[in-house]
Structure formats: C-alpha cells, structure tokens
C-alpha cells in the first residue's frame, strides 16, 4: 500500500484578478476552493490515476473537517489525526499575473499527538511505499522527517520525500527510494544558482552521493531530469499547452512517477509519465485526471 503523510494539510484558496496592488482592497475576479497539503495532492492524483493510496497527517478546527470530509468525497482514503488545538489552514495562492502564496502556519500538534502518527506508521510493512510531503509546523520539532525514517530504517519500505533545505538534506542518510526538489530548491541546498542541464546534474548527483537513491528535478516549464540509483540520466521536456493553474504539479509529477514505476518498474517510463502529469495538473484549473495524462503522454 501507499501511505502519504501531510503533516499541515491545507485548503487551497485560489484567487484570480487582472493586478495585485499592495497596501489597497484588491477585489477577485473569481475563487476556488480545492483540498490541499502536497501528500493529500498526492493521494488525490494517484486516485485519479486508479491507484490506491492511505493519506495521513493532521487536521484541526473546521478547516481540518472540511479537509476531511472533501478528501473523503473525492474517493481518497484517509486515516487523519484530529488535533485539539487551532485549525488547518487555508493557503491562499494569488493569480495576478504572477503567482504569489501565502502559507499558513497551521495547528499546534502535541508530542502525544504525533505519537499517535509514530503508532500508525509502526504498522507499515514490506513492500509498502511511503511519500513524506510538504513542510513541517512549526509546533513540531524540525528532525521529525528523520525520526519517522530511522523507525523505518528496518523495513523495506520505499519513501519518497518531497521538502526543501535541511528538511531534505538531513533525510538523505537513510536513503529515500525518491526525491524531488525543483531546481531552484535545489541550488539553494549548496548556495548556489544553477543554469545549464550540467550544473543541474551536476548538484542532483550531490545528493545521490549524500544518499538518494534515486533523484527527480522539477523544472516547470522547462521540464524535468532523473538521476537513477542504476547510473541512468533522463531529460524530459514538457508538450505543447497552456498553463492554467500549476499549483500542485510537482505532487502530481511525484504520483504520476510512483504509479507507473510501482507498476512497471521502469525509470524512464515513470519519468514520463511524471512528467505528463505535471504538465497535466498545470494545463487545469484542478489535479491532472487519467485522461488528460493519458492525452499528453502521446507528445513525448
Ligand atoms: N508551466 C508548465 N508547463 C508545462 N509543464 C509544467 C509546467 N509547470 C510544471 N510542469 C510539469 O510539472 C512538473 C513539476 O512542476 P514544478 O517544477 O513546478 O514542481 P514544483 O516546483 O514542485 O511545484 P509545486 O510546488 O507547485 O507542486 C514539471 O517538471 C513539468 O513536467
Ligand atoms: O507549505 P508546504 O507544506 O510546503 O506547501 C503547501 C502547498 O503549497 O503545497 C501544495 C502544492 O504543492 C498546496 O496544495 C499547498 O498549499
């Protein structure tokens, strides 16, 4: 089974108007509400593609009900913790021309709490796969990426770990079956900015050395690369569409990635069918469905 584990899940609040002004009333051109959290994104585009998955995590306050029963009505398995204190965000993700988001901080959670995540992962068995995505809250301490892989360390269970900075880069030690920064969060692990496909292959090797198994660079519109733990890089551009709301299309990438791969066992097959479903959620108002992966896989 694929377990996915939001530790901040979010409701997405996507505003369309023609300009941001700073510091006046800024009136909407139209709104829309969607689940969100990038392990929910998760578990709601593997749905989509047909493939089971169990999303995890935490939610609190009205927020976290409407989180709970919109993932519910949308066909995802869910086995959330309640947590007492606050309420699950709502992000809010600015489409006036460019796109500017405001991420909320989200609910404190308990260390009895998050013990009770501990329990559930506990359960987690051979064979299973397991997508750690998203920030962590403040409230909890910033090593627990790290502690949930050390209880993991003895089974073989294949995680994938979507986070940025040290969030990452302290994970990398027990070996993710998957990573996948994009290329500016990337650069900014070492410091530096990258340009060329080179420089990029370059630093995704960095992290293979430091312990990666295998690494996925997003790279928007310009598309994607993966290095494998079997020496292989694949370089994959995007097709031809327009791009309507790209929230969401790194998870998607990462879901369209293990449902191929889990079935087919084939990195580059998996790289493109990634790649079609980024491109796929970005072409859309919502997550990328099978038939729009489906249609754009013919272009690569
Ligand atoms: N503008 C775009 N045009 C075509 N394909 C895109 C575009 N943006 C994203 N994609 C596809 O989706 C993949 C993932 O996108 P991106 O690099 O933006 O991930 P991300 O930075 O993790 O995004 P997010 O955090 O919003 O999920 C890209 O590698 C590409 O295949
Ligand atoms: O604050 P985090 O956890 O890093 O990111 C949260 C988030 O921006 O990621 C998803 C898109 O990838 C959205 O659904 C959600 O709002």
């Known amino acids: 089974m694929i377990y996915t584990v939001t530790f901040n899940p979010a409701i997405d609040y996507v505003v369309r108007m023609e300009k941001l002004e700073i510091g006046s009333v800024n009136r909407s051109r139209e709104e829309a509400l969607f689940y969100g959290g990038k392990g929910i994104n998760v578990s709601t585009v593997l749905k989509n593609l047909g493939v089971d998955s169990v999303a995890l995590g935490f939610v609190a306050g009205f927020t976290g009900k409407a989180i709970e029963e919109g ?14 204190d606050g309420v699950s965000r709502i992000n809010v993700k600015l489409k006036a021309g460019e796109e500017t988001e405001i991420n909320g901080k989200g609910p404190n959670i308990s260390d009895a709490e998050l013990e009770e995540l501990y329990k559930k992962l506990d359960g987690l068995t051979d ?16 090593d627990v990426y790290e502690k949930i892989m050390a209880r993991l360390a003895g089974k073989k269970v294949d995680i994938v770990v979507d986070a940025t900075k040290d ?28 340009h060329s496909d080179e420089e990029i292959e370059e630093y995704a090797k960095r992290l293979q050395a430091l312990g990666a198994r295998n690494v996925a660079i997003s ?14 890089t694949y370089r994959m551009g995007v097709p031809k569409g327009k791009v309507v709301n790209s929230v969401g299309a790194g998870d998607s990438m990462v879901a369209g990635f293990i449902a191929s791969y889990f079935a087919e066992h084939d990195y580059k097959k998996a790289l493109k069918y990634g790649a079609a479903t980024g491109s796929a959620t970005a072409f859309s108002e919502g997550l990328a469905t099978k038939d729009q992966v489906e249609k754009l896989l013919g272009q690569f």
């Open 71 to 84: 993932v519910a009505a949308l066909g995802v398995k869910a086995d959330f913790i309640t947590v007492s």
């Open 219 to 232: 790279m928007a519109g310009d598309g994607s690369m993966l290095l494998t733990e079997t020496g292989e």
């Open 127 to 142: 064979g299973d796969c397991l997508v750690l995505a998203g920030a962590i809250p403040p409230s909890l301490p910033s």
């Open 167 to 194: 969030l990452l880069l302290n994970v990398l030690k027990y070996h993710p079956f998957l990573i996948k920064p994009n290329n500016f969060e990337l650069g900014e692990m070492f410091g530096v900015t990258l």
